[in-house]
Nanobody, 123 residues
Framework: QVQLVESGGGLVQAGGSLRLSCAVS????????MGWFRQAPGKEREFAAG????????YYADSVKGRFTISRDNAKNTVYLQMNSLKPEDTAIYYC????????????????WGQGTQVTVSS
């Protein structure tokens, strides 16, 4: 059974930082490209960051580039999202997911999803 469990969300003031974690089980984690998505109230789910299974190349949405950093620890089957200089518009539920095929930036390209963790940034 595949499980993705996000943690690390919370309430933070604008300009602050949070680090999200996503623990993965039930798959060979090191063989999966991973992504972080987010969904704000009343908006569609959008891509935030991704990291390739091989080589560790990373890619980001323009809205988070320079502020967020995605990383992975294959020994711990965990992917992280370090979020700095947070803004109120970063408020959303954040999800991690396993990439299958297609565009790295599109949610239908991802198969397994976690339940999400809430991030709230106050102004």
């Amino acid at each position: 059974q595949v499980q993705l469990v996000e943690s690390g969300g919370g309430l933070v003031q604008a300009g602050g930082s949070l680090r999200l974690s996503c623990a993965v089980s039930g798959v060979t984690f090191s063989g999966y490209t991973m992504g972080w998505f987010r969904q704000a109230p009343g908006k569609e789910r959008e891509f935030a960051a991704g990291i390739l299974w091989r080589g560790g190349n990373t890619y980001y949405a323009d809205s988070v580039k320079g502020r967020f950093t995605i990383s992975r620890d294959n020994a711990k089957n965990t992917v992280y999202l370090q979020m700095n200089s947070l803004k109120p518009e970063d408020t959303a539920i954040y999800y991690c997911a396993t990439f299958v095929e297609g565009s790295y930036y599109a949610s239908p390209s991802y198969r397994f999803w976690g339940q999400g963790t809430q991030v709230t940034v106050s102004s």
